[in-house]
């Protein structure tokens, strides 16, 4: 899954959060939709202009982000 394709960060938009292109629906939303529980059907079934796709893209770019080593980084010296 090539997660550029499908999210954007903008200034303009939510304040430069991650966001599915072309909507205001950020990464991190849809990952605390996912956190609580929501299964693919009911994201997709309340928001029916986002895709599957859109919802594997959120999750391919958090992994990354998980795997930057400047987060690694800023979370051991916060601890």
């Keep these: 899954m ?15 959060k991650p966001v599915i292109k072309g909507t205001r ?5 849809i990952l605390g939709w996912l956190a609580n529980g929501w299964t ?17 893209a959120t999750l391919a770019f958090a992994g990354e982000m998980m795997r930057d080593e400047r987060y690694i980084a800023a979370h051991k010296a916060v601890t």
């Design 2 to 16: 090539e997660w550029r394709d499908r999210i954007a960060s903008d200034p303009a938009v939510l304040a430069g």
């Design 40 to 56: 693919y059907e009911q994201i997709l079934t309340s928001y029916p202009h986002i895709t599957r796709e859109d919802i594997l």
């Design 25 to 29: 629906i950020s990464v991190e939303l």
